[in-house]
């Protein structure tokens, strides 16, 4: 528990976060209706708080780059982003890509991860991630990795 307590409060510090501040830590998000998660980094953009992303954040849940401002977001060595186009369920079941509600969804999207994005063909309906050396060189890490590491005893 102590070594949880002390990499909790190396990591406000490491990020620039003041004790008052909250932290929000998305880890194992595999999206859901794009209108949900609007809502919900809608509140996180005004409240100051840091996001942390320490895992899978898909779909819906990358909403969160265009919704709260770049120098509030970090990512581990674990973040995974996974991107594709909007879609909704057609008259026989299936899946239809929604255009519209994809053009959104891009347009909400920082100009490097758009970028990013269009150098992959666009949002299709086939999944595609951003994450390690590319996604950190758009986001600034949150040094969790080298805080964890540095806490392990050594084993020589």
């Not at 990591?11 to 998305?26: E, F, M």
């Not at 299709?124 to 005893?153: E, H, V, W």
Request: proline share 4%; net charge positive.
């Amino acid at each position: 528990m102590k070594l949880v307590t002390g990499l909790l409060a190396a990591v406000l510090l490491v990020a620039g976060v003041a004790r008052s501040d909250a932290v929000v830590r998305i880890a194992d998000d595999r999206g859901g209706r794009i209108g949900t998660y609007v809502d919900k980094y809608q509140g996180l953009r005004t409240s100051g708080e840091t996001i942390i992303i320490d895992g899978l954040c898909a779909s819906a849940c990358t909403i969160v780059l265009g919704a709260v401002p770049h120098d509030r977001i970090c990512v581990t060595s674990h973040a995974n982003l996974g991107f594709h186009a909007a879609w909704d369920v057609g008259a026989d079941g299936r899946a239809v890509t929604n255009p519209e509600a994809t053009q959104m969804l891009y347009s909400m999207y920082p100009s490097a991860v758009r970028r990013w994005i269009a150098s992959r063909g666009g949002l299709t309906p086939r999944m595609i991630f951003l994450r390690g050396k590319q996604l950190q060189a758009i986001y600034k890490p949150c040094y969790l990795d080298a805080q964890a590491s540095a806490n392990k005893p050594d084993s020589r």
